[in-house]
């Protein structure tokens, strides 16, 4: 089971590898069993006074050990290249795994999971071939080789041996499997405990302002005590069995040099009582083997539950998508066709939309916050397939374009933008890394990120921090902005593109985006109306639905949805509201 694991998890193409580990630890441990062996002979020998003959018999025990000692030397540089081996190969695969995965698998107790798994995770599976398994696999190989051996000596002994040892090694599996639902307990604790941290970490600002800090230390606290409790509670689970291995162990030595000894005592044959002798010092040298590997049982477990963790990473469904490019659409127009999406089983976030967003135009999605605007970019995205219904580009169901195909068409821009702790330029330069000089500075022009520019000591050269942490809420958006505008990509997605920036650079940006007009696809969500009323065509999203669509100035004289949330956002900035005729430029609002 464990071998089979290990087999699907280092990838068909290293099997070879795992073989002939596994072929060095069997010769290692048959070589072992068989120099054990060899000791009968000696001591039959010395007890009936051959010293000649135990002499004899010390030569082959001699080559023997130097042959165990060389095949166990093999048999651990072998674990250590399969280790090796496995490390870069796991890694790799979860790794390429998981970027075919859906952008919103990668939600926080997923991405913290999978971070354990990574680090520490992949460290305990590799500590199976490196230094688990040999001792595991020896104490079958090992005492099976020597009851094979005795029962030429005397069968009655290799029966009770061949009886005892499977006897020990259900107790030693029984005992693993008590610590099994412990070791999940105590991963699933250590995994919260984790997030925890993060979150308590990253939340001090929020727990601070409202004076919540002892809660948010208390739900720490709470993790960590629910991680000490199922520590305890392993330890509990699995030290009885440990203890009761140990003694069951001894317990079984006993009872066979007992039978041993009273087989000796009823055997008439004095040379037969020799061998018996022997046989006693034999098998109690096979005792250790088996206990031995009590003692690795908690990292064996370990580590099966984190190859159980990676099988489940593994297992996530990926992105339906064919692998090999196909051709390019001839035109960029989105089409959603009676799209249905449930975050959660009988939750719609959108329910039966359609809509087309004619190619090289500009689409906005407005509506109350929880409408479904967010979802149905993501689902244009590709974070999510829909329930039911298509997403269609240039006419071509988005799942018939290999994923990277996909997202070389879309550029974005979502809520929460991350940067990498590098510079300015090298974040910016991610969207197009072969952007020349006259394109990067439009870009920082349009999106105003010149004066931030200007303000950085190092200029574009300026580092970020990690998440872009060394600038402002506004600054980073512009910066995100700027990067997805450089990727020049036929479809922009823009999700509050720049809810963060002041009313002035907002009105700003919004006239450098409409510069794009013509050029991209663009879909558009502000909560900031004013940003959005040039749009060709503006979606209200009600509850998952389009209850209306429209420009500004049709929505405003239906005086439905849109004009009440126009009117809202009117009276909240106190400001005149005008007729639509007066409206039409859309600058006099
Ligand atoms: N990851 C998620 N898991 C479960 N439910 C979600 C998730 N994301 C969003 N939802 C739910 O789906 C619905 C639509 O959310 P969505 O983010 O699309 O709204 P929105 O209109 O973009 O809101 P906002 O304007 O506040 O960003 C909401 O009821 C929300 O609670």
Known sequence: MLLMRLTRLMGKSHALLLRHYLLWVFSY?????????????????????????????????????????????????????????????????????????????????????????????????????????????RAVITPAVVVVATSFFDWRVALCAAFLFPMLGLVYWWAGRLGRTADRAVQTANAQACDRMVEFAQSQPVLRTYGKSAQGYQQFDQALVAQSRAGRRQLWLVLPPLLLNTWLGQLALMGLMAGITWLVVMEGDAAQQTTLFALLVLVSRVIDPLSEVASYGSGIRMASAQMEAAENVLSQLSLPAPTEPVPLPQHYTIELRDVTFSYQPGVRALQRVSATLPANSVTAVVGASGSGKTTLTKLIARFFDPDNGVIAIGGINVKSFPVMQHMNMISQVFQDNYLFSGTLRENLMMGNPAADDDTLKNVLKLTRLDEVVQRLPLGLDSRVGEGGGFLSGGERQRAALARALLKNAPILLLDEATGALDPENQEAIAQGLNALRGHCTMLVIAHQLHTIRNADNILVLDHGQIVEQGNHQQLLAKNGRYAALWQAKVRAEGWRIVHPREDQGGDNV
Not at 38 to 55: K, Y
Not at 113 to 131: D, K, T, W
């Open 29 to 137: 441990c048959l070589m072992q069993g068989l120099t054990f062996v060899l000791v009968v002979p000696i001591i039959h020998a010395l007890l009936d006074l051959r010293v000649d003959d135990a002499l004899m018999w010390l030569l082959p025990l001699g080559v023997g050990v130097v042959l165990t000692g060389y095949l166990h030397y093999r048999a651990a540089y072998s674990g250590f290249q399969v280790a090796a081996t496995l490390m870069s190969q796991l890694r790799r695969r979860i790794g390429d795994h998981v970027v075919t995965l859906p952008l919103g698998w990668f939600v926080r107790a997923n991405t913290s999971r999978l971070g354990l798994l990574l680090s520490q995770g992949v460290m305990e599976i590799l500590g199976l071939p490196a230094h688990q398994l040999t001792p595991l696999l």
